[in-house]
C-alpha cells in the first residue's frame, strides 16, 4: 500500500487537516469484530509505545504562537518556546519577560480520554482541540515570532507588522526553511516505505502563500517526479495588496503542484468553514485508501483528470450543489459556456449514483473526452461526533477542470500590469498569459 503525507500550512489548513483525520479516524474498528472499508496505513503510521501499538497521522504541520492550542493526549508542544526563553544582555536594558498562562485542556480532550466524550462548538477555538488523534509533536512546527490573531497573524514585538504578504512569508522561509526539510520532512519521507504523494493544504491569502511556495520549490527539488495535491484556501474578499499577494501564491501552487483545488471560506467560522472544504479533501483522499473496487492512487487520479496536458488547476468545485470555489481575481467576468476538458465525480454513499448529477451525456455531446468523464463511488463520509451536522448520507463531489481559470489568469495579469512594479511585471505577466493559453478552447473573444 502506497503512503500519503498531509501538509498543513496556517492555522485555518491545519483546522480543515483535523476534520480530515477525525474522519478518517471514524472508520477504524475498535471492536475487533467488524473490518474497516479503509487501509489507514495510507494516510497513518505505527507508533510503538512499550507493549501498545498506535497510529498517529502521517502530516506535517505549521502555525503561529498561540494558534495550536494544547495537543490531545500525551504528546505536548514545549510550554516554553525560545521566543519565552530567558534573556543575557550584556547591556543596561531592562527585559521583560512575559509569560503566557497555560493554555486549558478543552472539555471535549479530557472526556475522550476517559472515553466518555463530549463535545461542544465550545471546544472548537483551537484545532488541537477537537482532534481525535495524536499528532507526533516532531512534526509540528511554530513560528514562535508571530501570533496568530483569529486565523491571520502579526509579529509578536510589534502588532503594527502583518502576516499578511508573500513577501513576509518568503522572508521566514528563508529563516526555517532548510531546518525543516533536513529534519521533519525527510525523516517522514524515511517513515515511508512507497510514497504515492502529498496533500498541500495552504492558505493563500496570507503570508503563508510566500511560505509555502518557497516550501513548494525546495520539495519539488527532493521529489521532482512525485504527485503533490494542493488545496488552496481563498478567503471570499481580499484588498489589493492581498491581491496581489494572492497572486504570487497561486503561482507558486501552479508551478509546483500536480492538482490545484481552489476553495473559498464560506463561514467567519474557521471550524465550520474548514469542515465544508474537508468535505471535499476528504472525498478525494477516500479514493486512495478505499478497500472498495474504485480505489486509485493519488497519481492516477491526477493522470486521470489532467489527460496528459499542462492543466492542473480546478476551475468549479462544487459539492453536491453548493459551489465551493469562486473568482481567483476580480476584473471581467466571462459570461460564456465554460468547455470541461475533464469531470471527476466523486460519490460517497450505499445508495444507488445519481447518473443526472454527472450529466455526462451533455459533456460527450459538447466535445469533452471519454476519458476526461470518471465516476467514483467510495465508501459514505464518516461522521464523527465533533462535525457539524451538515452532511447526507450520500455526498457528491464534482470536479470540474473547464476553461474558467482562462479569465481568471487573465484578471491576474491586468492587476499585475497595473499595480505591480517595473522589474517583476513583464516577467509576471509573460508567466501568467503562458499559464492562460493552456485553457483556450474554440473562438476567443480577442479574436
Given at each position: 500500500m502506497q503512503e500519503i503525507f498531509t501538509i498543513g500550512l496556517s492555522n485555518h489548513a491545519n483546522h480543515v487537516v483535523t476534520h480530515f483525520f477525525n474522519e478518517q479516524e471514524s472508520h477504524f474498528d475498535y471492536t475487533g469484530i467488524g473490518k474497516s472499508d479503509l487501509e489507514p496505513e495510507v494516510f497513518f503510521r505505527e507508533v510503538k509505545t512499550g507493549n501498545y501499538v498506535?497510529?498517529?497521522?502521517?502530516?506535517?504541520?505549521?502555525?503561529?504562537?498561540?494558534?495550536?492550542?494544547?495537543?490531545?493526549?500525551?504528546?505536548?508542544?514545549?510550554?516554553?518556546?525560545?521566543?519565552?526563553?530567558?534573556?543575557?544582555?550584556?547591556?543596561?536594558?531592562?527585559?521583560?519577560?512575559?509569560v503566557q498562562p497555560p493554555i486549558p485542556e478543552s472539555n471535549y480532550q479530557k472526556t475522550l480520554d476517559e472515553n466518555k466524550p463530549v463535545f461542544s462548538v465550545d471546544d472548537t477555538k483551537f484545532w488541537s482541540s477537537y482532534s481525535t488523534m495524536i499528532f507526533d509533536e516532531t512534526r509540528i512546527k511554530c513560528?514562535?515570532?508571530?501570533?496568530?490573531?483569529?486565523?491571520?497573524?502579526?509579529?509578536?514585538?510589534?502588532?503594527?507588522?502583518?502576516?499578511?504578504?508573500?513577501?513576509?512569508?518568503?522572508?521566514?522561509?528563508?529563516?526555517?526553511?532548510?531546518?525543516?526539510?533536513?529534519?521533519?520532512?525527510?525523516?517522514?519521507?524515511?517513515?515511508?516505505?512507497?510514497?504515492?504523494?502529498?496533500?498541500?493544504?495552504?492558505?493563500?491569502?496570507?503570508?503563508?502563500?510566500?511560505?509555502?511556495?518557497?516550501?513548494?520549490?525546495?520539495?519539488?527539488?527532493?521529489?521532482?517526479?512525485?504527485?503533490?495535491?494542493?488545496?488552496?484556501?481563498?478567503?471570499?474578499?481580499?484588498?489589493?495588496?492581498?491581491?496581489?499577494?494572492?497572486?504570487?501564491?497561486?503561482?507558486?501552487?501552479?508551478?509546483?503542484?500536480?492538482?490545484?483545488?481552489?476553495?473559498?471560506?464560506?463561514?467567519?467560522?474557521l471550524y465550520e468553514s474548514s469542515a465544508v472544504e474537508s468535505v471535499?479533501?476528504?472525498?478525494?483522499?477516500?479514493?486512495?485508501?478505499?478497500?472498495?473496487?474504485?480505489?486509485?492512487?493519488?497519481?492516477?487520479?491526477?493522470?486521470?483528470?489532467?489527460?496528459?496536458?499542462?492543466?492542473?488547476?480546478?476551475?468549479?468545485?462544487?459539492?453536491?450543489?453548493?459551489?465551493?470555489?469562486?473568482?481567483?481575481?476580480?476584473?471581467?467576468?466571462?459570461?460564456?459556456?465554460?468547455?470541461?476538458?475533464?469531470?471527476?465525480?466523486?460519490?460517497?454513499?450505499?445508495?444507488?449514483?445519481?447518473?443526472?448529477y454527472s450529466n455526462f451525456d451533455y459533456l460527450k455531446s459538447q466535445g469533452t473526452s471519454s476519458r476526461g468523464m470518471n465516476q467514483y463511488n467510495v465508501s459514505p463520509l464518516g461522521q464523527p461526533q465533533t462535525f457539524p451536522q451538515i452532511v447526507d448520507n450520500d455526498v457528491y463531489v464534482k470536479l470540474d477542470i473547464n476553461?474558467?481559470?482562462?479569465?481568471?489568469?487573465?484578471?491576474?495579469?491586468?492587476?499585475?500590469k497595473r499595480y505591480v512594479s517595473y522589474d517583476e511585471r513583464e516577467e509576471l505577466v509573460d508567466h501568467l498569459l503562458s499559464w492562460a493559453e493552456e485553457y483556450e478552447y474554440g473562438f476567443i473573444d480577442e479574436d
Open positions: 498506535s497510529l498517529t497521522p502521517r502530516a506535517l504541520l505549521w502555525d503561529l504562537h498561540g494558534g495550536i492550542g494544547k495537543l490531545p493526549g500525551s504528546q505536548r508542544v514545549s510550554a516554553e518556546s525560545p521566543a519565552d526563553a530567558d534573556f543575557s544582555l550584556d547591556s543596561d536594558f531592562k527585559v521583560e519577560k512575559i513560528l514562535e515570532k508571530w501570533e496568530n490573531d483569529l486565523g491571520n497573524g502579526h509579529l509578536r514585538s510589534s502588532e503594527s507588522v502583518k502576516f499578511d504578504d508573500f513577501t513576509v512569508g518568503a522572508d521566514v522561509w528563508k529563516d526555517e526553511g532548510q531546518s525543516f526539510i533536513d529534519n521533519s520532512f525527510r525523516k517522514e519521507l524515511e517513515q515511508s516505505d512507497l510514497l504515492d504523494g502529498i496533500n498541500l493544504i495552504l492558505d493563500i491569502d496570507s503570508a503563508w502563500a510566500g511560505f509555502g511556495s518557497q516550501m513548494l520549490q525546495d520539495i519539488r527539488e527532493e521529489l521532482p517526479k512525485k504527485t503533490i495535491l494542493g488545496y488552496g484556501l481563498f478567503q471570499k474578499e481580499v484588498n489589493l495588496k492581498r491581491t496581489i499577494s494572492r497572486i504570487h501564491g497561486f503561482l507558486g501552487m501552479v508551478d509546483n503542484c500536480s492538482l490545484v483545488v481552489p476553495l473559498f471560506q464560506t463561514s467567519d467560522s471535499v479533501v476528504s472525498s478525494i483522499n477516500g479514493l486512495f485508501n478505499s478497500k472498495a473496487q474504485d480505489q486509485v492512487s493519488m497519481t492516477q487520479f491526477v493522470d486521470s483528470i489532467r489527460l496528459n496536458s499542462n492543466r492542473n488547476i480546478i476551475g468549479d468545485v462544487f459539492w453536491d450543489d453548493k459551489l465551493l470555489s469562486g473568482p481567483l481575481c476580480p476584473g471581467k467576468v466571462n459570461n460564456r459556456n465554460r468547455y470541461v476538458y475533464s469531470r471527476s465525480v466523486i460519490h460517497r454513499g450505499k445508495g444507488p449514483t445519481n447518473k443526472f476553461t474558467k481559470p482562462r479569465q481568471d489568469l487573465l484578471n491576474m495579469k491586468d492587476i499585475v
